[in-house]
Each structure stands twice: as structure tokens, then as C-alpha cells.
């Protein structure tokens, strides 16, 4: 090492940095190996690099709370700090929206399995009712036939007791419990949507855990195209709005 001149190592940095094979870490290595390096290391030319490959906007531009004679060195240090400061506050919010749109996720389940729960039991009263219903009509029918007094007299009193006509009642109930078919349905279906946006959130936040440095922005993809769709739809909402009105 010490038969090679200062400015073929010098040389070797300065190719290392250009084509970005050398960062700020792998200046801190080299400048720990021996003091030559150490002093070559921490050159200002290097670290001018350096700053205008990772910090592009002002690194030519001392910070305010650094003296103005202070070292390239010095420079990329302190913006390394800011930089870090900063994305250890994005990670934070990041973390935070995901969370809350996990919890929201969440609720929004428990709502639609509620309802679920409703439709099914309110499906099985209608059931149940329907049932009831259909052997008053059975027994109004038999009473038109011979039969044993026993089973007649039976038969009799079940239709007596019914305050409503079984014919319209039946109806009736035919179309609710159809009804709570279609609901049940579309409430499954929609409680898989976002089961589905539930688990994608919940993957998402773990990738933002694992990974605390990275960039993050306002709005993730999956959730700027719910915003995307949720703009077109209103779009079609308010072109079918003025094409009522015209008409």
C-alpha cells in the first residue's frame, strides 16, 4: 500500500464515488484502515461528491447552525442527521395511518358481521314463520275433505288461531325471506371485499415495519386507486345527474 502514490489512491476514491460503488460508509471503512486513507478519506472533494449524489438540492449550501468554514465532511454529517430525522418521522406517520386504517378495516368487519348476523336470524324467524304458515294452509284445505273428528278438530282450531290470510301472508313472507337471500349475499361479498383491503393493510404495515428507512409517501398505490375509482363514480353520478336534468 505505502508504493502507491497519494494520487493514484486519491484517483481510486474519486472513481469509486462517480460510479456510486463507494457511499459514506464505505468512505468510513477505508478512512479506519490506516492514517494515509484516513487522511485521503476524509478529503473535501470526496465528500463534495458525495453530497451532491445523496443530498442533490443545495449541497453546495452550508446549513445555517454549521460554521461557514466547516468541512465537506461535516456537511454530510449533519445532513445525514436531518435526513434520518426525517425519515424516522415519515416511517412514524406512515405507521400510524396504516394503523388506523387496519383498526378502520376492522370495524367496518365487525359492522358487516353484525349485520350478517341480523339478516341470518331475521331470515330464520321469516322461516320459521313461513313454515307455520304454510301448514294453516294445509289444514284450511284439509277441512274440505273427511277426516277423523280428532285430526279435524285439530286442524280447525290451528286455522282459527290465525289472525292474518295465510294466502297474502305467505306472499309476503316468500319476498322477505328472498330478500334476506340477496342481503345476505351482497354482505358476503362485500365482508370478503374487505377482508381483502384488511389483510393488504395488514401486509402493508408489516412491509412498513420491516423496513423503517424507506420512502414513504401520503398516499399508498392501492389506496390512491380507491381515490381514482371513487372520482370516476362520481364523475358518472354527475353526468347522469345533468342527462336527468336535460331530459
Same mark, same amino acid.
Given at each position: 500500500?505505502?508504493?502507491?502514490?497519494?494520487?493514484?489512491?486519491?484517483?481510486?476514491?474519486?472513481?469509486?464515488?462517480?460510479?456510486?460503488?463507494?457511499?459514506?460508509?464505505?468512505?468510513?471503512?477505508?478512512?479506519?484502515?490506516?492514517?494515509?486513507?484516513?487522511?485521503?478519506?476524509?478529503?473535501?472533494?470526496?465528500?463534495?461528491?458525495?453530497?451532491?449524489?445523496?443530498?442533490?438540492?443545495?449541497?453546495?449550501?452550508?446549513?445555517?447552525?454549521?460554521?461557514?468554514?466547516?468541512?465537506?465532511?461535516?456537511?454530510?454529517?449533519?445532513?445525514?442527521?436531518?435526513?434520518?430525522?426525517?425519515?424516522?418521522?415519515?416511517?412514524?406517520?406512515? +405507521?400510524?395511518?396504516? /394503523? @388506523?386504517?387496519?383498526?378502520?378495516?376492522?370495524?367496518? %368487519? *365487525?359492522?358487516?358481521?353484525?349485520? $350478517?348476523?341480523?339478516?341470518?336470524?331475521?331470515?330464520?324467524?321469516?322461516?320459521?314463520?313461513?313454515?307455520?304458515?304454510?301448514?294453516?294452509?294445509?289444514?284450511?284445505?284439509?277441512?274440505?275433505?273427511?277426516?277423523?273428528?280428532?285430526?279435524?278438530?285439530?286442524?280447525?282450531?290451528?286455522?282459527?288461531?290465525? +289472525?292474518?290470510?295465510? /294466502? @297474502?301472508?305467505?306472499?309476503?313472507?316468500?319476498?322477505? %325471506? *328472498?330478500?334476506?337471500?340477496?342481503? $345476505?349475499?351482497?354482505?358476503?361479498?362485500?365482508?370478503?371485499?374487505?377482508?381483502?383491503?384488511?389483510?393488504?393493510?395488514?401486509?402493508?404495515?408489516?412491509?412498513?415495519?420491516?423496513?423503517?428507512?424507506?420512502?414513504?409517501?401520503?398516499?399508498?398505490?392501492?389506496?390512491?386507486?380507491?381515490?381514482?375509482?371513487?372520482?370516476?363514480?362520481?364523475?358518472?353520478?354527475?353526468?347522469?345527474?345533468?342527462?336527468?336534468?336535460?331530459?
Amino acid at each position: 500500500m505505502s508504493l502507491l502514490p497519494e494520487e493514484l489512491w486519491r484517483r481510486i476514491l474519486e472513481i469509486g464515488i462517480e460510479n456510486r460503488s463507494f457511499n459514506y460508509k464505505t468512505l468510513c471503512c477505508i478512512s479506519i484502515t490506516c492514517r494515509r486513507l484516513g487522511r485521503l478519506s476524509a478529503e473535501d472533494p470526496l465528500w463534495n461528491r458525495l453530497l451532491s449524489n445523496d443530498f442533490p438540492l443545495n449541497h453546495n449550501v452550508t446549513p445555517s447552525s454549521l460554521p461557514s468554514s466547516s468541512s465537506a465532511k461535516s456537511i454530510y454529517k449533519f445532513r445525514f442527521e436531518r435526513d434520518k430525522e426525517r425519515r424516522v418521522a415519515a416511517h412514524r406517520r406512515a +405507521v400510524l395511518r396504516k /394503523e @388506523s386504517q387496519v383498526a378502520e378495516h376492522s370495524r367496518r %368487519l *365487525r359492522a358487516i358481521e353484525t349485520r $350478517i348476523n341480523q339478516e341470518t336470524s331475521k331470515m330464520r324467524e321469516t322461516v320459521a314463520e313461513l313454515s307455520n304458515l304454510r301448514r294453516v294452509r294445509y289444514a284450511s284445505v284439509a277441512l274440505n275433505v273427511w277426516q277423523p273428528e280428532v285430526v279435524r278438530g285439530r286442524q280447525k282450531q290451528m286455522v282459527e288461531q290465525s +289472525v292474518v290470510p295465510a /294466502e @297474502s301472508r305467505i306472499h309476503a313472507l316468500e319476498m322477505e %325471506l *328472498r330478500l334476506c337471500r340477496q342481503q $345476505i349475499i351482497g354482505l358476503e361479498m362485500f365482508y370478503q371485499e374487505e377482508k381483502r383491503r384488511h389483510d393488504t393493510a395488514k401486509e402493508e404495515l408489516e412491509s412498513i415495519n420491516y423496513h423503517p428507512v424507506q420512502e414513504y409517501n401520503a398516499v399508498t398505490a392501492t389506496e390512491n386507486g380507491h381515490i381514482v375509482k371513487r372520482k370516476k363514480l362520481k364523475r358518472c353520478n354527475s353526468s347522469n345527474e345533468k342527462q336527468c336534468k336535460a331530459s
